[in-house]
């Protein structure tokens, strides 16, 4: 009797220490690796700081997101690849980073002169989200690029300025003895086609690369992370319009095994994150770009002007070529463009009349305040 009482009591604190075990098990946290394109300071670093803490809170601890900077694991141009592979769970960068891969990346992150069409960052987000985007976006990864991953946009942070210059600029024949840092892909084919010369680095070569003579102009993205990258040490001059990334959207990728092994609620919250990543961009851009071009001005004898006009008819001229060239080429391209000119026909038209009414509201203050 004894015996049968003393194994049951065995089989009985087995049993509760596995399932304690499993307890524990369950209760520590699945956590996910974020590699960005971009320094710790960038105010986009911030906001993708910002998105883990929503997932962090939203799970109630079960996920814990780790971002890290650019080159902690690998480079900003190595990201696609790190993410395919599970070096890393997920990146933080720009789809036209992958135009080597294929050209119609640079059409859902950067589409030139917003596709030709008029597309603004407003609009392009309209497309992803309501005109078929996001379909067309997915399959990029899936079936264009055949990797094995997971695609969301999380950063819509543009217009970016035309960028940084030692001195002023009047025409495009100035820029001509110029080595300037463009983006790449399409976008560098296309200053290519005007007579530029362009260089593609990431961010944080940017400063050193001008420093040493290497580059004499640049653009990367805005005013506040500009100035946080040293941009004003450097140069003087500021140009404002960039039809070059006239949109400008951030994604973030999530390798697919890893997606797939997640609990369903745990994607709904990514999702969730994702989408309010996405509204805080919009706000967040606006202000601290705001009070940091104020701060170059000011504090830094930066002037600012607008870029000359002659570079929009060039540019756009130069797009158009480039992307015919392109669809010729590429039926994938081709497909991608086709949607958002469909879409921007039936957009654009609207959205361009009913903002005249914040264009004239803010011109009228502008000029109110100059007097």
């Known amino acids: 009797m004894l015996i049968k009482l ?4 065995l089989t009985f604190a087995v049993l509760s220490f596995a399932l304690s075990g499993v307890a524990i098990a369950q209760s520590s946290p699945i956590k996910m690796k974020i590699q960005t394109g971009v320094p710790s300071a960038s105010i986009y670093f911030e906001l993708m700081k910002n998105f883990g803490e929503r997932v962090d809170k939203m799970s109630n601890g079960r996920m814990k997101v780790e971002v890290l900077p650019d080159g902690a694991v ?36 950067n589409p030139a002169s917003g596709s030709g069409v008029g597309l603004d960052q407003v609009s392009h987000m309209s497309w992803l989200k309501n005109g078929g985007g996001d379909q067309l976006y997915d399959r990029l990864f899936t079936e264009v690029l055949k990797t094995n991953i997971k695609p969301f946009m999380i950063q819509p942070m543009g217009p970016d300025p035309f960028g940084w210059f030692k001195k002023p600029i009047n025409s495009i024949n100035d820029m001509k003895s110029m080595k300037y840092r463009s983006p790449p892909g399409l976008t560098a084919e296309i200053f290519k086609e005007m007579g530029l010369t362009t260089v593609a680095m990431p961010g944080a070569e940017i400063v050193p690369a001008a420093q040493r003579g290497v580059i004499d102009a640049a653009e990367w993205i805005g005013p506040a992370d500009d100035m946080i990258l040293g941009f004003q040490n450097v140069f003087k001059h500021y140009y404002l319009q960039g039809l070059h990334q006239s949109t400008d959207v951030a994604e973030l990728l999530i390798n697919k095994t890893y997606w797939d092994k997640l609990p369903a609620d745990l994607k709904s919250i990514i999702e969730t994150a994702v989408s309010a990543t996405i509204a805080e961009t919009y706000t967040f851009n606006v202000y601290r770009n705001a009070v940091a071009l104020e701060k170059l001005k000011k504090d830094h004898g930066v002037t600012v002007h607008n870029t000359p006009k002659e570079f929009f008819t060039a540019f756009q001229k130069a797009t ?3 992307y015919a060239r392109e669809s010729e080429k590429n039926p994938f391209f081709k497909e991608v463009l086709d949607s958002q000119r469909k ?6 038209p609207y959205w361009t009349q009913i903002n005249e009414l914040y264009y004239n509201i803010g011109a009228t203050a502008v000029g109110n305040k100059s007097k």
């Open 6 to 9: 003393t194994k049951r009591f």
């Open 320 to 322: 158009s070529v480039v």
């Open 74 to 109: 690998v480079g900003a141009f190595g990201i696609l690849d790190a993410v395919d592979k599970g070096v890393v769970d997920g990146g933080f960068a720009w789809t036209h980073y992958w135009s080597g891969k294929n050209s119609a990346a640079a059409l859902f992150s």
């Open 343 to 348: 879409f921007a026909g039936v957009v654009v």
